[in-house]
């Protein structure tokens, strides 16, 4: 099975901060990786697909870029919206594996 | 806009089985991977696993033996079924449509209690 792993698990950042976020498969996984966010108390929602392409609406602040097993997820210039934690899913296989998650703060 | 609702008890007891629905409108059930996916409160969403409109599945090694799921394409619903379940299955249950890149549409999840 593939496993995801996330760094850091936390990160605390000012308004304005680029931040980034890394996720590492434990097999190559081509480009077939998705980042959802996930605010307090919310449902977690699609912010990028194949590893680069932004889905619908989703901020340009966003931005995703990897492939094999090294990903990262960016935040050029974090917003207060942003606090949420962050997951990576890979969809490489018939199954579906999530990253333990990086939960984004603003200091 | 498609939308997923899920529905179902919000209590199971041990060793009984967990049976949640999830009805899909906006779209049709008959294209995509409808996916059940958990999360237990404070911590990250696992994967149940999928049903396709055809039937076929592909459930988490970790849950496999005790998941099943269907599918009702005239209902444009899909279910899932937790057998033995333990408080170890307390979990927030979110049912979504994954398009192949990953899920689009989401439910706004069921809180599953295990208790006696």
């Not at chain 1, 990160?11 to 097999?27: E, H, K, M, N, P």
């Not at chain 1, 990786?33 to 194949?50: D, F, H």
Request: proline share 5%.
């Amino acid at each position: 099975d593939i496993q995801m792993t996330q760094s850091p698990s936390s990160l605390s950042a000012s308004v304005g901060d680029r931040v980034t976020i890394t996720c590492r498969a434990s097999q190559g996984i081509h480009h077939f990786l998705a980042w959802y966010q996930q605010k307090p108390g919310r449902v977690p929602k699609l912010l990028i697909y194949a590893a680069s392409t932004l889905h619908s609406g989703v901020p340009s602040r966003f931005s995703g870029s990897g492939s094999g097993t090294d990903f990262t997820l960016i935040i050029s210039s974090l917003q207060p919206d942003d606090v949420a934690t962050y997951y990576c899913q890979t969809y490489n296989s018939v199954l579906r594996t999530f990253g333990q998650g990086t939960k984004v703060e603003v200091k | 806009q498609m939308q997923l609702q899920e529905s179902g008890p919000g209590l199971a007891k041990p060793s009984e089985t967990l049976s949640l629905t999830c009805t899909v409108s906006g779209g049709s059930v008959s294209s995509s991977y409808w996916t059940w996916i958990r999360q237990p409160p404070g911590k990250g969403p696992e994967w149940i696993g999928y049903i396709f409109y055809n039937g076929a599945t592909n459930f988490n090694p970790s849950l496999k033996s005790r998941v099943s799921m269907s599918i009702d394409t005239s209902k444009n619903q899909f279910s899932l079924n937790v057998s033995s379940v333990t408080a170890a299955d307390t979990a927030f249950y979110y049912c979504a449509r994954d398009w192949g890149a990953g899920c689009d549409h989401w439910g706004q999840g069921i809180l599953v209690t295990v208790s006696s």
